[in-house]
């Protein structure tokens, strides 16, 4: 009767562990999900087109926090769903907001919003030349609708953004770039 005793309590012994550690995984579980739904996401740069300000396999984490409080303003690095491709996810720079007015000058290259020429040294003095083909009927100058930003990628040769596809809605904005975390 003595050794019935005591199996007893080692299989509660060995019960109450394994139950602990399948609440702990489920509660990293819980909390990874929750923080990346509502806190931050990492994402990896898969083209060159926000080259030199972050290059193609640079892992990036993009914070939400800021958009729950404010909407995008210009210069912010956003991240949006791609509007040609559903499920992917774009980073550029937030060039103009709703109800400002972008135009792209052929003969100089600059952006101009509200009249007034960019200073975008980040471009490393590409020129920001229009699209010939869009997949948006686009004519400049262009007034961004409320609700709505107007996005470019920093290597302006080689980044398809608002030039092609057309100002993006702010709510298929994920996140504010904040900071690349690798390679350190």
């Known amino acids: ?7 007893e309590p080692r ?11 399948l609440v702990m995984v489920a ?4 909390l990874s999900w929750a923080l990346r739904t509502f806190v931050f996401q990492p994402y990896e740069i898969p083209s060159g087109s926000m080259e030199n300000t972050i290059m193609t396999g640079d892992m990036v984490f993009s914070e939400k926090i800021s958009y729950y409080l404010r909407d995008p303003e210009p210069g912010d690095i956003v991240t949006f769903q791609d509007p040609e491709i559903p499920g992917r996810v774009l980073i550029k720079r937030c060039i103009a907001v ?5 135009d792209i000058n052929d003969e100089d290259g600059l952006v101009y919003v ?10 490393h003095g590409l020129p920001s030349d229009p699209f010939a083909i869009t997949l948006a ?11 709505e930003i107007w996005v ?6 080689n ?22 975390y690798w390679p350190l």
């Open 27 to 30: 509660f990293v579980f819980g």
């Open 159 to 180: 980044s398809k953004d608002s030039r092609y596809f057309g100002s993006v809605k702010e709510k298929s904005v994920t996140g504010k770039a904040c900071f690349i």
């Open 98 to 102: 709703g109800g400002q007015t972008v």
């Open 11 to 21: 299989r509660s012994g060995a019960f109450r562990t394994i139950l602990s550690l």
């Open 1 to 7: 009767m003595d050794s019935g005793q005591h199996a």
């Open 114 to 123: 509200d009249g007034v020429a960019l200073s975008e040294p980040y471009t």
């Open 137 to 147: 009927d686009l004519t400049y100058p262009y007034t961004v609708p409320e609700g």
């Open 152 to 157: 470019m990628g920093d290597n302006r040769t």
